[in-house]
Each structure stands twice: as C-alpha cells, then as structure tokens.
C-alpha cells in the first residue's frame, strides 16, 4: 500500500487511531512511514516550535518508536509491503548522475535517465523529475557474503561521440551516481496517458450505485503514487574502464574505496582522544581527578597560571563518569566496546 505525504500529513494536536499511517516531511529526506501503535492524540505544535519543519524527529530506522503527545508511532519500510506481495508490480531502477564544479570541473548539472527495463522505453516521472529512457547497460550491483564490496560498471552508448564530448567539459571521476529503486504502482500519475476524472459525489450518486447503495467513486489511473516508496544506493565514478566509438564504461565505487579516501576518520581506540577541556570534551567544572580518577580535594590541588597540573584526565569512560555524572550524555570520544588493550 502507499502512503505518499500528501495524504499522510502529520498534524498537531489531533486523535489518530491505532493503524494510522503519517509520514515525515519529504524535507528531511526520511523515506519511512510511521504507523500510530497506541492511539491518542499529538502534541501540540508549541511542542516542535524550534524542530525542523515544526513536527516531531521521526527516526531513520525501522521498527523504532516515537512517542508524540499520547500517541506512539512505530517506523516501517513502505516498500517492505510491496516486496513481500505474491506478484509485486515491476521494478523501476531508476539513476542520477551529479556533476559539480568542485569535483566535476564544469557546470553544475544532474542527469537522470533509466535503462528502459521491464519494456518501459517512454520518460518516466518520479516526484516530478523526468529520468528519460537510455541505451545503458548496468551491471554488478550484487552484495555478496565476501567480505568484498561490489565495484559496478555502467556502459553508456556513446552515439555520435555525445558521452565522449561530455567528458571533454567534465572530468567524470569522483561524480555522484545515485541509485534509485522503487516499483511502477509508485511512479506519478502523469506516466500514464489517460486524462484524470474528477466528479463530485453528489453528481453521480443516482447513476452509479452498488447493490449496497455505496456510490461508485472515480479513481486516478494510479492512486498508488508515491515519491517517498524508494531505496536509493549512491555509488561514485571511480575509472574510465573503456571507451570506443560504440559505449564508455565506468566503474563505480562505494566512497570507502575512492583513491586518496581513507576511513574511519577516527581510529577505533578504547581511550577518548579529545583534549582534557578543549571543544569536544567541553569540561569546565571545578571537580579534579588524578590520572586514575582519584577526588583532589581543594587543599590538595597544584595550582600553577591558574591551572590545576595535577588534575589530569584517564582518558577512560570512567574518567568521563566522573566529572559529567552517570546520569548524563557524556562527550566520550572513544569507542569503550573497543578492547585493544593486551
């Protein structure tokens, strides 16, 4: 089923019923919907006066919960539904190409386009983008259980030498591909060539009834659209791997395996590497503590241009305990489930 934002607004101080469906802003770039598990009614909107779009933080993972006034939501996959169906509707892979000046060398510009799949050879619109149907060849998406991540290629038909006259203006390495995976149920109404019926009920109430009485109401040829139902992968142009008359091949990378790119940024290490009272750590209470977290009291400690030497930090989780308390979100910047230690 689809949940698209229009019709699944949240909204302030109202009384949702358990089974009710809301979905985040498309602001926020949260492709989850959130299904209400204990009715009530939500907060108000003073409550989210300083939140991004003025309602609640919905989380980004599913099955997590949210509570909002007296009513308790529980994020899902919409997608999840549809994949789960005997016959889902076709796959739709559709991509996006970046291309910037501070990577790219040229203007700023995005290609869209799909590889006219599943018999779809027409322009295809999704959240009101058009992504045009294009003689490509992708390849090599599949994770597997290795340990290795996948390198994906894209051949792009290089008629009349129109990609090759591209890379004469870009320089394609380092751009941004995006990956985007939904279902056709999804895409906008617009795909489909057929004019939108509109009648109002009250018009049509003596002409088309059922054997019940119930009016027959006129639908969208798609009223399952739905911009926010799609997984997006990104992946970066890593190499030129060919390049003739016919195609230009690239290689795809995930961002950890970019040349000159090295993560994690921060060594996993047991001990917290900010500076004792520096920004990250942020300290500035008078309690001091000795190397091995021992109290100094006044009388005891060593004071010299207003410092006190001996009040040195163990750079252990314990250390951050007991000048931030137990109680509170402690600024440790170490991993304390990391035991590198002998």
Not at 129 to 142: H, K
Not at 198 to 213: C, H, K, N, Q, R
């Amino acid at each position: 089923m689809a949940y698209p934002y229009a019709l699944h607004k949240w909204i302030d101080n109202t009384a949702f019923a358990v089974g009710d469906v809301v979905r985040a802003n498309p602001a926020k770039d949260n492709t989850l919907a959130f299904k209400c598990v204990k009715a009530g009614t939500t907060d108000t909107l003073d409550t989210y006066a300083e939140f991004p779009n003025q309602e609640p933080s919905f989380p980004f993972k599913i099955t997590q919960e949210l509570i909002d006034g007296t009513c308790t939501w529980e994020a899902f996959e919409p997608l999840a539904e549809e994949l789960l169906r005997l016959a889902p509707t076709a796959v739709i892979d559709l991509f996006e190409v970046y291309l910037t000046p501070a990577i790219n060398d040229g203007p700023e510009i995005v290609l869209r386009y799909h590889a006219g799949k599943n018999g779809l050879t027409e322009d295809i619109k999704f959240g009101t983008e058009t992504y045009p149907a294009v003689p490509v060849e992708v390849d090599g998406f599949e994770f597997s259980a290795r340990g290795t991540l996948p390198r994906p290629t894209l051949k792009v038909a290089n008629v009349n030498n129109a990609i090759t006259l591209l890379m004469l203006t870009y320089n394609p390495l380092g751009a941004k591909v995006q990956r985007i995976r939904t279902f056709a149920k999804f895409i906008d109404t617009t795909n489909f060539n057929q004019p939108v019926p509109f009648a109002v009920e009250s018009d049509i109430a003596d002409a088309l009834t059922t054997e019940g009485g119930n009016s027959l109401i006129m639908q969208t040829p798609n009223d399952t659209a739905d911009p926010n139902a799609k997984i997006v992968e990104t992946w970066y142009i890593d190499r030129v791997s060919g390049e003739n008359q016919q195609f230009v091949e690239f290689e795809l990378a995930p961002k950890i395996d970019l040349i000159n790119v090295s993560l994690p940024r921060r060594t996993i290490e047991e001990f917290c590497p900010w500076k004792y009272k520096g920004k990250e750590c942020g300290y500035v209470g008078d309690n001091c503590f000795t190397v091995n977290d021992a109290f100094i009291p006044n009388d005891q400690k060593i004071i010299e241009n207003g410092e006190v030497t001996n009040d040195i930090c163990g750079k252990r989780l314990s250390s951050c305990q007991k000048r931030f308390g137990t109680e509170n979100d402690l600024p440790y910047g170490g991993f304390y489930g990391a035991r590198l230690q002998a």
